[in-house]
């Protein structure tokens, strides 16, 4: 990993994109009264299918996830929670976007076989990342099976 992917840069640009600007705070009262959530109300659609419909944000999106991403990669390769990884053979990352986490995993441990998994136009786009297998689905569907599933929440699907 390189120290210069530790950066929350991507994240804030994040924050101060249009579809997220208008989300949290414009449409806290409706979300408190009726349910539901900010950003559907603001855009018409959830989180993971604006990033569907705009290329743009999708990006952007990306982006913010990479560099949590690292950060998460880092604090877990630099503490003694390396010892999860004992005795696990495959480990599926559900909604694991362009896939860094689950190719860090497998970087750092190379007999681990990593599956990446995310919504079709997601896994689309992603790279190519030594030992790790990318399969589209829906997570409310079915997930792959392997000896370990990694799940990071995102914090904005549901503002």
């Known amino acids: 990993m390189n120290e210069a992917d530790i950066t929350l ?3 804030v640009l994040m924050q101060n994109y249009s579809v997220i600007m208008a989300t949290s705070w414009h449409y806290l009262s409706d979300v408190v009264k009726e349910g539901g ?3 559907k109300k603001a855009n018409g659609v959830e989180l993971f299918q ?18 949590i991403t690292m950060i998460l990669v880092k604090g877990l390769f630099s503490t003694n929670s390396r010892d999860v990884f004992n005795g696990v053979n495959s480990v599926v990352d559900v909604g694991g976007g362009m896939g860094q986490f689950i190719g860090e995993i497998v970087k750092e441990f190379p007999n681990i076989k990593g599956v990446n ?19 589209a689905g829906d997570m409310f569907k079915e997930i792959p099976n392997g000896d370990a ?11």
Not at 52 to 57: H, L, R, S, V
Not at 117 to 135: F, N, Q, R, S
Not at 149 to 157: D, P, W, Y
């Open 9 to 11: 840069a991507p994240f």
């Open 37 to 39: 959530t900010g950003f």
């Open 50 to 67: 604006m990033t569907g419909k705009d290329p743009e944000f999708n990006k952007i999106f990306n982006n913010a996830m990479h560099c």
């Open 117 to 135: 998994m995310d919504l079709p136009h997601v896994v689309k786009m992603a790279p190519e990342i030594d030992g790790v297998t990318y399969v």
């Open 149 to 159: 599933i990694t799940l990071k929440v995102n914090l904005f699907a549901h503002s």
